[in-house]
């Protein structure tokens, strides 16, 4: 049944195989593998989001599982404004975690990454920032829980200066004691070898590459933060461009994924020179 419909909906683009493959970002001989059925397996369940994101079905009528074709539920404008406020599991940014599971999260912080964070480092943030402290532990507990789940699959790219500052005191966290940013950094590495290989942290220098914090949810839409709001990309090509970004932060990464922890262990050193 997936093969059919597939076929209809190559049928229905007018394109050949080669250009509707590039438009859903496969191989054509993995689509050409789809249409003779040379192969039993379906395809990623990022690239079956895709196919039906690109061509305006419902993934249930893709599979084969409805036979209602169109969209259910509201479609979404391809650009919209979404308030930070409020505890992290009421928010839209939770849901999207949600419904991206089983494709890969790309996601550029704002600071230290939430779900690495200590009770000191909240607690602190919360008191300069304004923002409630249990909004902002549930959504570290949050990541931390969904990172453990099996079918995760989270890139984190940030620059390695915003590590080396915070080990230093600098910047926002001149207030923060040297004991507790060490402390920081040892939680850091020990979450960092826990979750590996699941939740990969990259980092690039920030000198010579630049981001805004954003995340991007699979093939579904990217949330570029914006301090009290995201501004959430809907639309396809948006998303590519990001990721197309993402991926060249990643490319210049200094610091692999596999390198992080040891960074973060080197790192507690220097706020312990502090001292």
């Known amino acids: 049944m997936f093969r059919q419909r597939l076929k209809t909906l190559v049928q229905r683009a007018g394109l050949n195989q080669s250009a509707f493959a590039e438009s859903v970002g496969i191989d054509r001989s993995a689509l050409s593998q789809l249409l003779s059925g040379a192969t039993t397996r379906l395809p990623r369940a990022e690239t079956l989001l895709t196919i039906a994101a690109e061509h305006r079905v419902s993934l249930d009528w893709l599979m084969g599982l409805s036979q209602d074709e169109a969209l259910t539920g509201e479609i979404r404008a391809s650009l919209e404004i ?4 409020g505890g992290f599991d009421r928010t839209l940014l939770a849901k999207w975690h949600g419904e991206a599971a089983g494709t890969k999260i790309r ?17 602190y943030e919360s008191d300069i920032s304004n923002r409630s402290r249990e909004a902002q532990a549930d959504e570290t507990q949050y990541r931390i829980d969904y990172n453990r789940r099996p079918e995760t699959d989270m890139e984190v790219c940030m620059p390695r200066h915003t590590l080396e500052i915070f080990a230093r005191g600098l910047g926002v966290w001149d207030g923060f004691p040297d004991e507790a940013r060490r402390e920081q950094l040892e939680h850091m590495a020990t979450l960092l070898d826990d979750l590996y290989p699941t939740f990969r942290l990259f980092l690039y220098d920030g000198r010579m590459r630049y981001s805004v914090p954003y995340t991007i949810f699979g093939p579904y839409r990217a949330a570029i933060y914006a301090g009290d709001m995201y501004i959430v990309l809907n639309a396809t090509q948006p998303v590519r461009a990001l990721t197309r970004h993402f991926d060249d932060l990643i490319r210049a990464a200094e610091i692999n994924a596999h390198e992080a922890a040891a960074f973060a262990r080197n790192l507690s050193k220097t706020a312990l020179s502090a001292a």
């Open 82 to 85: 979404e308030e930070a406020y």
């Open 107 to 123: 996601y550029v912080p704002a600071g230290i990454p939430d779900l690495l964070r200590t009770e000191a480092l909240i607690d």
